[in-house]
């Protein structure tokens, strides 16, 4: 499952500097970060509307919407699908309270 995620990464990477008239990917990043900011927001709400209705259909759709715009603004701020995959790996094994209380007791770095 990783593997085409990172797939889809290198396509989107790869479409950075495709014609915007071209390319949907190519016309958010010209269009700039808020633009991929709203995307993503939009898809958000779209996909909390879907789950309201329980509709399972457009529950995929929308989450397929949302995970895409947000590889989308993932590549656009140099990260990738890795950084996340690692994160949600750090993770796992601790229970929500664990994680969310070690989070508020890190000391900001100066």
Excluded at 70 to 82: A, D, I, R, Y
């Amino acid at each position: 499952m990783s593997d085409l995620l990172q797939h889809l990464a290198q396509v989107i990477e790869q479409r950075k500097t495709a014609d915007p008239n071209q390319s949907y990917v190519a016309s958010l990043y010209a269009k700039g970060l808020d633009t991929i900011l709203k995307k993503v927001g939009e898809e958000a709400t779209e996909t909390v509307i879907a789950a309201k209705n329980g509709d399972s259909e457009q529950i995929i759709y929308e989450m397929a919407d949302l995970w895409f715009h947000s590889l989308v603004l993932l590549v656009h701020q140099g990260l990738g699908p890795e950084s996340v995959l690692n994160e949600l790996e750090r993770r796992f094994g601790l229970s929500g309270l664990e994680e969310k209380a070690q989070r508020h007791n890190k000391q900001p770095t100066e």
